[in-house]
């Protein structure tokens, strides 16, 4: 096939004419399909299923011999700790484990910093002025979105294949005591799925910010998600902060929200000595413990962490075939058009495509009156805004393979209809 | 027995010797025991055992269909919302499903309302310089921890049998808008058991409070925890508010903690449409939602509102021999004395025992070299401050029966040996 962007005018009339057919047809079927959000299929849930009855009153003791169904341990059981801080490379003093999701420990954590400041020693940052957040982008939306209502002013930095821009990260953390943190989600990135090399993770741990209270915000939400065999490897942070000037400076957050059951799981604040007693001297306040019962039935369900690591290769059975679908699909449509690019991820949730500028938003609408759900356009950038309107992120774990084939078809006919109007509107 | 206050310093001298050898004795047996927290005894959470295996993959799905084991339902699952509203007697509109404890849910309610105001209109209370909270003293350790944790001055209010000094407290919020708050425990007040009155309510629902962001927490914590027969009955405070101007100014907290699993079970903010609506509206970016599977679990447990009454019988006969032990060792001890008082609770989880002011330090030293632990005293108090030395917490759900006799009887060897020492530094 012609690539687009070298086609006359007249190809390009009568490819759209094409796409405008194969569209209609694509309406006709009346589909319902939902590519928009990472969540797991129901298959991946079931993985999960003894879980749910692994504990019963009788055998509800920690290995100190607590009972979980009482109050107290706030840094979490001693054994939860354990299978968190084998599987992050840590000591288990550096964990705190957090109730059923990390979403919310990320939230605490920075609402803690505004409110109390990071150390007990500098400013809360919201007695700081005006403080800002540096949001390499594509990225969550959940951390754009706690972000800006925190009033926390949010800075796009460029995502290379490496991760970061970190000329870009340095230049700014180096000059600007106002900004405070850093969005990173180091492995799988959301949605790109890139895993920042060694040298971004090497330059990242030695920054040399204008703030004394900066703080790295390492949400390892993919730390064990590989689907692919050879998969990315990334550096451990910690082993490179410690015992450094920047000991202090990475919060790491990690779940098994996609590992176990999505808000039912467990979840860990993991970082220096230092940030775990700061944390915990204010969370003493916010409750006497998380699901002491909920910590128990994951250690006892994994054992340890290399329990988790063969659950997690239950998971990628699952998820292959369907990134497979996708991938297959987009090379096979829209390879070599010259309209649009993506990565081929080796772990995580979600496939990152980037369609010809200025179309996103209208591929969007064409998906969605034809049927198939989005993530919307914007949403993996600060404020909600892709300033390229290019960025689409394609979630493969929830449908159904069959229903996977109907909604790449369905997008890659919208990516290459929506090129061609635009290449029509800018030619004509 | 003479009271002591009428002893001459003979007889009191007399007195005191023989307290000191019964003191002796007790140090000899070497005893450990807890009466300091609020915990409930093994035989009581062995009640909620069947609620550890009560669901499974199969059949975690929602009345209406939504698979619990997955993200969404920020508000909570609709049957666990009308577990809740039939318990409160409120609309199923009037409920979020929190964490798994009632603590966290308070402490997130507080600190939004320091960092967003209460309503998106009126400024966050972190932007209003200093404010103030009304504490009624004696109350709950963590209430006051929480407040003073985020900055807000607490002030005393007197307890009265009927619930705070409400002539203090009107003339307090109708005259100081730095007052943001008041923290109440109305049903079987923490320690003291007292419920407040129909009259006390009908005040409290009725405030004219200086500042337009006053919020009364009313912690209901103790909502169906009824020891006794002919229990004591709590008006229903949204009764009398609805439809008035202070229709926004109160929010409820309930959990299941001393239901079924303390720190593993469901929480609630229950409060108007807007204080619901404002509340999710700053909540969705802190979680996707609490754990929906522990939600079910619940509602499958217990059916409905009256499985959860049904339930509480069963505590009840748990502890009311407990109470009896405490209360009737109390009588024969110290009754007639002049050196104590105390309420005889219809429900709740404490007694609380006024020494003779000056002394309750003394008597908390002196049972502590005893081996009986007690609730560290001035913890009831704002700031750990007692300001008559006087107030004892009496935990007794945790001991077994055998360990309350014990205890109680070196908490009363202890209490009578510092008033004797008190008086007769005084007349001495």
């Known amino acids: 096939m012609k690539k687009y962007t070298?086609?006359?005018?007249?190809?390009?009339?009568?490819?759209?004419?094409?796409?405008?057919?194969?569209?209609?047809?694509?309406?006709?079927?009346?589909?319902?399909?939902?590519?928009?959000?990472?969540?797991?299929?129901t298959a991946q849930l079931d993985l999960s299923n003894e879980l749910l009855k692994i504990l019963d009153g009788e055998d509800a003791r920690a290995e100190n011999g607590f009972d979980v169904r009482n109050y107290g341990i706030l840094q979490g059981l001693?054994?939860?700790?354990?299978?968190?801080?084998?599987?992050?490379?840590?000591?288990?003093?550096?964990?705190?484990?957090?109730?059923?999701?990390?979403?919310e420990v990320m939230y605490n954590t920075l609402s803690r910093a505004m409110t109390f400041g990071v150390d007990g020693k500098s400013e809360p940052w919201?007695?700081?002025?005006?403080?800002?957040?540096?949001?390499?982008?594509?990225?969550?939306?959940?951390?754009?979105?706690?972000?800006?209502?925190?009033?926390?002013?949010?800075?796009?930095i460029k995502m290379t294949n490496e991760g970061p821009d970190m000329d870009e990260v340095e230049r700014l953390v180096s000059s600007d005591a106002s900004i405070k943190g850093m969005w990173c989600v180091p492995k799988y990135?959301?949605?790109?799925?890139?895993?920042?090399?060694d040298e971004t993770v090497r330059r990242i741990a030695s920054l040399t910010p204008a703030a004394r209270d900066f703080r790295v915000f390492w949400d390892n939400a993919y730390i064990v998600h590989d689907i692919y065999d050879a998969p990315d490897a990334l550096l451990n942070i910690f082993d490179l902060t410690r015992g450094t000037k920047n000991e202090d400076m990475v919060y790491m957050f990690v779940s098994?929200?996609?590992?176990?059951?999505?808000?039912?799981?467990?979840?860990?604040?993991?970082?220096?000595?230092?940030?775990?007693?700061?944390?915990?001297?204010?969370?003493?306040?916010q409750t006497i413990s998380y699901d002491k019962i909920n910590q128990l039935r994951h250690v006892r369900f994994f054992g340890g962490a290399d329990g988790v690591r063969a659950h997690m290769?239950?998971?990628?059975?699952?998820?292959?075939?369907?990134?497979?679908?996708?991938?297959?699909?987009?090379?096979?449509?829209?390879?070599?058009?010259?309209?649009?690019?993506?990565?081929?991820?080796?772990g995580g949730y979600f496939v990152s495509l980037y369609v010809m500028n200025g179309t996103a938003k209208r591929v969007f609408e064409l998906c969605k009156n034809a049927g198939v759900t989005l993530t919307t356009v914007g949403a993996t950038y600060p404020y909600g805004v892709d300033p390229d309107d290019s960025n689409i992120r394609i979630a493969p774990s929830y449908p159904t393979e069959a229903e996977l084939y109907d909604a790449m078809r369905v997008l890659c006919v919208c990516v290459k209809l929506a090129a061609a109007e635009k290449l029509l509107g800018t030619k004509g």
Chains 1, 2 share one sequence.
């Open 6 to 41: 070298e086609m006359t005018a007249a190809e390009l009339i009568s490819e759209r004419a094409a796409l405008d057919m194969a569209y209609k047809k694509e309406c006709e079927k009346h589909l319902s399909l939902d590519m928009s959000r990472g969540k797991p299929s």
């Open 189 to 197: 990135s959301n949605p790109d799925g890139i895993t920042y090399s």
């Open 126 to 156: 919201s007695r700081q002025g005006k403080i800002k957040f540096l949001c390499p982008a594509p990225g969550y939306d959940r951390h754009f979105g706690m972000t800006a209502d925190l009033g926390i002013e949010m800075i796009n």
């Open 313 to 346: 290769k239950k998971h990628a059975a699952i998820l292959r075939p369907k990134f497979d679908i996708v991938l297959s699909t987009l090379s096979k449509e829209l390879g070599g058009l010259d309209i649009s690019r993506w990565r081929e991820p080796k």
């Open 78 to 103: 001693p054994e939860a700790r354990r299978l968190i801080s084998e599987l992050c490379c840590v000591d288990d003093d550096n964990v705190i484990i957090g109730g059923t999701a990390s979403l």
């Open 256 to 285: 098994t929200a996609k590992i176990t059951f999505p808000g039912g799981g467990i979840s860990a604040f993991v970082s220096s000595k230092n940030n775990v007693a700061h944390a915990l001297s204010h969370m003493k306040y």
